[in-house]
């Protein structure tokens, strides 16, 4: 009974943490998803680029030059989220739609920056960057926060 008990617990366990540590979409209608090495050149070229993890997280470190747009989860982490829930000042980005902007967050589980990617290309900016793995792949690339 006790082995049936802890296998049920266990099961619960692991689909209770699945859902919790999702990984994002790995594609976005109307953005393109890059790699560090191309958010490195981007960079390098000018592009306005932007943070969205919560102003704790920047403050603590981020891509030197990186604008702060904090995006506040209220809605569920899925493909289909419903923006209504959710804050963010896509407003802040550049009223030139037609500027390309790079964004990114913590990592590939972190649903904030794929939903500003989201918001950014259905509010019309033409080229939308999205670093998926975010500031965890920055690091794990060899790069510093500032």
């Known amino acids: 009974m006790l082995k049936r008990i802890l296998a049920l617990f266990f099961m619960s366990f692991l689909a209770a943490t699945s859902s919790i540590a999702a990984e994002t979409p790995s594609t976005v209608p109307g953005v393109e998803i890059i790699d560090v090495a191309k958010a490195k050149d981007l960079i390098a070229k000018g592009i306005k680029y932007y943070d969205v993890r919560v102003p704790s997280d920047f403050a603590e470190g981020t891509i030197k030059g990186a604008v702060s747009i904090p995006y506040t989860n209220g809605s569920t982490n899925a493909p289909d989220f419903d923006a209504s829930k959710d804050k963010w ?58």
């Open 89 to 146: 000042a896509v407003e802040k980005l550049p009223a030139d739609k037609a500027t390309p902007i790079l964004i990114f967050g913590n990592g590939p589980s972190g649903w904030r920056h794929y939903k500003a990617s989201v918001l950014a290309a259905k509010a019309g900016h033409k080229t939308v960057y999205w670093l998926r793995v975010g500031v965890d792949g920055w690091k794990a690339a060899g790069n510093k926060l500032d």
